[in-house]
T-cell receptor
């Protein structure tokens, strides 16, 4: 069945360093890949997304890359700050209603 | 826009009791989703509606769970009878399209504890 694998499950970085989270999807029809940030006790919030016709997208310190051939996509956060600490979820959608979510990465930025 | 509004924020109930969770989607959003989040299983889609009509309820765990959307601005998720394993955070989300072209907006969630 459809599946999204996400790694690592936990990630600790020093403030100012970069963080990379990787996801792999199984459904080759997937064409939309959002990333959500969930702070402790709060709702998941969309932080960036990418469509299959684009290889990379940036928004200030956040970037997402997509490799359709390999069926994987990654979230890159540069110059990390303590407020970046949260759980990050990737997801894949084939253009229908359903997102398949990854299992999440708990990012801790150490001051 | 106030976003997706869920109530209650927290619910503690005894096993066997009926629980009703409520959601008000963003006005104009045609799609409404109910998700359950647990440490073990992550984010699971339970059911989704399009224009108030349930489209896919294959994620609903069992007959104890039911969901309704009587109008475009209100949906409920009911568990009867509740069991301890139902303890989780339940999120409602809405979107303009089905999620293929834009992101979901999640509500703040209802943390359900069944004792």
């Amino acid at each position: 069945g459809e599946n999204v694998e996400q790694h690592p499950s936990t990630l600790s970085v020093q403030e100012g360093d970069s963080a990379v989270i990787k996801c792999t999807y199984s459904d080759s029809a997937s064409n939309y890949f959002p990333w959500y940030k969930q702070e402790l006790g709060k709702r998941p919030q969309l932080i960036i997304d990418i469509r299959s016709n684009v290889g990379e997208k940036k928004d200030q310190r956040i970037a997402v890359t997509l490799n359709k051939t390999a069926k994987h996509f990654s979230l890159h956060i540069t110059e990390t700050q303590p407020e970046d600490s949260a759980v990050y979820f990737c997801a894949a959608s084939s253009g229908t209603y359903k997102y398949i979510f990854g299992t999440g990465t708990r990012l801790k930025v150490l001051a | 826009d106030a976003g997706v509004i869920q109530s209650p924020r927290h619910e503690v109930t005894e096993m066997g009791q009926e629980v009703t969770l409520r959601c008000k989607p963003i006005s104009g959003h045609d799609y409404l989703f109910w998700y359950r989040q647990t440490m073990m299983r992550g984010l699971e889609l339970l059911i989704y509606f399009n224009n108030n009509v349930p489209i896919d309820d294959s994620g609903m765990p069992e007959d104890r769970f039911s969901a309704k959307m009587p109008n475009a601005s209100f949906s409920t998720l009911k568990i009867q009878p509740s069991e301890p394993r139902d303890s989780a955070v339940y999120f409602c989300a809405s979107s303009l399209t089905g999620g293929g072209l834009d992101g979901y907006t999640f509500g703040s969630g209802t943390r359900l504890t069944v004792v």
